[in-house]
């Protein structure tokens, strides 16, 4: 029970900072990378400081945690270890990127925008999901 | 507030909730993996379900609070396709802005940073061409 309230928690404060940075906002995304504004001065660099401000943070959570014998509520640290860059990596981020452009929303903005996203999250989210879904059970059927 | 102090603090904030999901369950908190495994895998299912309901009730709570706004309007057709754009290629890609932008990077990962510069341009070319064709606002 303890472990789910903490991970819940989790969730809520990882919500609060895509909201407060403006990751839930999709014209404040597009006008992020609508780089093409840079010299007339139309473009929104602030969701450059969202990721600064994460990776600041996390860097020293991933430096010194996994340090520890053990989570608080799991085994072992259960990271990924996969390194290598191969057409699977860069066609999906490509897609994903295209589709992040396309609308303003990446997956963590997608789910927190759930009761304020009207429409746009009613649309987009439902097919997200299902294109995760036939994506994983795809590769899965071919793994094996 | 200055936006960028503004960014920067919900980007402090990302990075906390990334250090308790670590701290707590010893996993990245890569949002697209999450969401993907708590439909498609019955193990660890309980701790992902707490962490969507999470990011669901903390994003209308932080909403309502900042009155903070989610919605632009934009073609049906356009919204579906980025959608399932979005999920086919963060699961084919390995993950997305939280999984490879943030996690990947702070570890050090130089292929979280191959897909972090891929979907980035991707994005930024996107919206160059959105543009161009005069279907930005």
């Known amino acids: 029970m303890m472990a789910r309230i903490v ?40 969701l450059a400081f969202v990721m600064g401000g994460a990776l600041m943070v ?5 430096a010194l945690l996994p340090k520890r014998k053990k989570p608080w509520f799991a085994t072992g640290f259960d990271l990924p270890t996969v390194r290598r860059i191969d057409k699977a990596l860069l066609a999906g981020a490509a897609l994903f990127g295209v589709g992040w452009g396309l609308a303003g929303y990446c997956p963590g903005p997608a789910v927190a925008s759930l009761t304020t996203g009207g429409m746009d999250i009613a649309l987009f989210l439902p097919a997200m999901l299902v294109g995760m879904v036939l994506t994983k059970r795809f590769l899965q059927a071919r793994a094996t | 507030m200055h936006p960028y102090l503004q960014s920067l603090i919900g980007g402090v904030l990302i990075g906390v909730a990334t250090w308790l999901l670590l701290a707590a369950m010893g996993r990245v908190a890569g949002i697209s993996g999450i969401v993907t495994s708590a439909f498609t895998e019955r193990e660890g299912r309980d701790w992902r379900w707490a962490f ?86």
Do not use: E, Y
């Open chain 1, 58 to 62: 996390a860097a020293i959570a991933f």
């Open chain 2, 52 to 137: 969507i309901a999470g990011l669901i009730v903390g994003g209308a709570l932080f909403a309502w609070l900042f009155n903070a706004v989610s919605i632009a309007p934009r073609s049906p057709g356009l919204l579906i396709a980025a959608g399932l754009l979005v999920g086919v290629g963060t699961v084919l890609g390995s993950g997305c802005t939280s999984g490879h932008g943030v996690c990947g990077l702070s570890r050090a990962s130089v292929r979280s940073l191959a897909a972090t510069l891929t979907f980035m341009g991707a994005g930024m070319a996107t919206v160059a061409t959105l543009r161009a064709f005069g279907a930005l606002a």
């Open chain 1, 7 to 46: 991970v819940f928690l989790a969730g809520v404060v990882f919500a609060a900072g895509l909201v407060i940075g403006g990751m839930t906002d999709p014209k404040k995304v597009q006008a992020f990378l609508d780089i093409g504004g840079i010299a007339s001065g139309r473009w929104d660099p602030s």
